[in-house]
């Protein structure tokens, strides 16, 4: 493996790298197409680096695994796609309720059930969020370039440690098959977040919030006192319980712990939306044909376009784009480019209230949205 | 802004995906921004197979080519499927064997090549078509140097295949050269 620090590599291989940078150490899953890089890289460069790779059985058996060694105190991450990520929904909820750290990729494809393996699509996002049952604490990271791959798979690994929580990295086939280059940043020049660890749980349980923190302290099983995990609501003993006080509180400091602490998770970009007239929300690969859109428009004599594009799509960036909507005059549009039949534009249209006109652009024969359909799209809603 | 759009096209099996891969790397390596990117799923698979690969001096943002610089088709099928794809300065590099209809003759500067033959008959190795097409391709386009080239190709081409690769490289650039006189 080259140790060059730019590198050509696939979206796919970028997330690999970024983990291990992370400090991943465990990897179990069984590959899928579009996410299979993901698999093989990782089973090639883990034993380099003194980790495990596993293939399981299932997918199931894949996050299972992962969620094993993650409890043992490594850093752990499993890979898939769309009728992966379906199979691997209830452990997701696991993770959450136990508040295990996990990092889960889902390279979407197109379609329900095996749909079409190998064509893009950004049909999962609501799933992302919403596929395991209950309310549940979620973060959710989508990247657009090879470069993103490596440095939000580092971020989505930095707050499943520090929030203990399962991070989606909701990837589409657009990016994760795309090569580019890449800067292979080093550990030591990236911020690394690691869980607290307290062996004895400084005298008291596993599940109670010790002073100056929002989650509990972390003792890896096999290095400290044993304690309960289950996927019942439990008491600080990690212990069922039914008691209605105890539930509420527990699943209250679930959700609190992301919502009241969103804005160190959100994470978006803007480009141009200071004075645009129309302004795209998209994510992901769909920002590509966006950004082709804009360098069109900017040949032509167009409308004013500006980007806005949630890197963090759950929680959604919903303050910067009320910002962006109190402050610009100008805007006369939105429009939502995802691949899709319309799931950010919901979000997008509930921030909105109404104050200007929310238009989806959503495609969903499998092939990509290019410039000029943003463009026409434009002009056809004007 | 110079930006280079190149797409390579073949039957599955041709190596035209490791071609592009070669190319960009090659770029990459000489300071550029690239782009590679190809077909995936069963239009890979046997029939025509489309590999692409943009190299540039900024920034690039959308990943997909609709009209480029250069096509390469080392298949009569691989050119029928992509040959109207195409904008009036691109140009058409095919194998010898393959019709090249008239209009496109008439509107395209085209290279009539014998690459199969010669990665069989003067490589010696068949599968060295698509290094010949590399060094007929970045002789025309000159998106990296000879120097990225030939490291690229050492780095992706099987141990003990390097100078059998590295000869098929040069002689792609070489038939441009002699092509040109």
């Known amino acids: ?16 790298e970024g983990a291990i940078a992370a400090g991943m150490r465990f990897y179990a899953g069984y590959p899928i197409t579009p996410s299979t890089e993901i698999a093989e890289r990782s089973a090639l460069r883990l034993p380099q680096v003194g980790g495990k790779f596993v293939q399981m059985e299932d997918e199931i058996g894949g996050i299972a695994a992962a969620l094993g060694a993650s409890v043992a105190g490594l850093k752990a991450m499993t890979a898939t ?82 929030f203990r929580v399962p991070v989606i990295f909701l990837m589409d086939e657009i990016i994760g098959h795309l090569r580019e280059g890449c800067e292979m940043i080093p550990p030591e020049e990236l911020t690394i977040s690691n869980r607290r660890i307290d062996r004895q749980f400084n005298g008291t349980l596993a599940y109670a919030v010790q002073e100056g923190n929002y989650v509990p302290e972390f003792a890896p099983f096999g290095k400290g006192d044993h304690f309960n995990v289950t996927g019942l609501f439990h008491d600080l003993d990690g212990f069922p319980t039914n008691d209605n006080q105890q539930t509420d509180s527990q699943e209250r400091r679930l959700l609190d712990k992301i919502t009241k602490r969103r804005d160190r998770i959100q994470k978006w970009e803007e480009v141009e939306c200071d004075d645009c007239e129309t302004m795209i929300v998209c994510f992901g690969g769909t920002a590509r044909a966006v950004q082709g859109a804009m360098d069109e428009a900017k040949k032509q004599d167009f409308f004013k376009i500006g980007m806005f594009r949630p890197i963090t799509v759950w929680p959604f960036p919903e303050e910067a784009l009320n910002k962006i909507i109190r402050s610009n005059k100008h805007l006369r549009q939105i429009i939502v480019a995802e691949h899709n039949d319309g799931q950010m534009v919901l979000e997008v249209q509930r921030i909105v209230e109404g104050r200007v006109p929310v238009i989806k652009l959503g495609k969903i024969d499998g092939t990509t949205i290019t410039p000029e359909e943003v463009l026409k799209k434009i002009e056809e809603e004007y | ?19 592009t891969i070669i190319i960009a790397e090659a770029a990459y390596e000489d300071g550029k921004q690239v782009i590679q990117c190809q077909a995936y799923g ?140």
């Open chain 1, 81 to 162: 796609s769309g009728p992966g990520f379906s199979l691997k929904q209830e452990n997701i909820g696991y993770a959450a309720i136990a508040e295990i750290p996990i990092v889960i990729v889902d390279v979407q494809r197109e379609g329900p059930s095996t749909g079409l393996p190998t064509s893009p699509s950004q049909g999962d996002l609501m799933q992302s969020k919403w596929g395991t049952h209950g309310d549940h604490p979620v973060i959710v990271i989508s990247p657009s370039s090879v470069q993103e791959c490596y440095t939000e798979t580092v971020r989505a690994f930095n707050m499943a440690e520090r």
């Open chain 2, 42 to 181: 069963p239009e890979a698979r046997g029939g025509s197979s489309k590999a692409e690969t943009i190299v540039s001096d900024d920034r690039i943002h959308y990943t997909k080519i609709k009209y480029p610089d250069l096509l390469l088709s080392l298949t009569q099928e691989s050119l029928n499927k992509f040959k109207d794809a195409v904008k009036p300065e691109t140009i058409f590099v095919v194998d010898s064997d393959i019709e090249v209809p008239e209009e496109i003759k008439a509107a395209h500067k085209v290279y009539s090549l014998p690459i199969l033959d010669s990665a069989k008959d003067v490589i010696k190795n068949k599968m060295s078509a698509n290094i010949i097409s590399c060094g007929v391709v970045n002789e025309i386009t000159h998106v990296a140097t000879q120097e990225a080239m030939e490291r690229a190709v050492l780095n992706h081409v099987p141990k003990g295949t390097g100078d059998t690769n590295l000869a098929a490289l040069r002689l792609g650039g070489q038939m441009i050269r002699d092509y040109e006189k």
């Open chain 1, 1 to 16: 493996m080259s140790d060059k620090r730019f590198q050509l590599l696939q979206g796919n291989e970028a997330v690999v």
């Open chain 2, 1 to 19: 802004m110079a930006k280079t759009e190149i797409r390579m096209t073949g039957s599955g099996g041709q190596g035209v995906i490791m071609g």
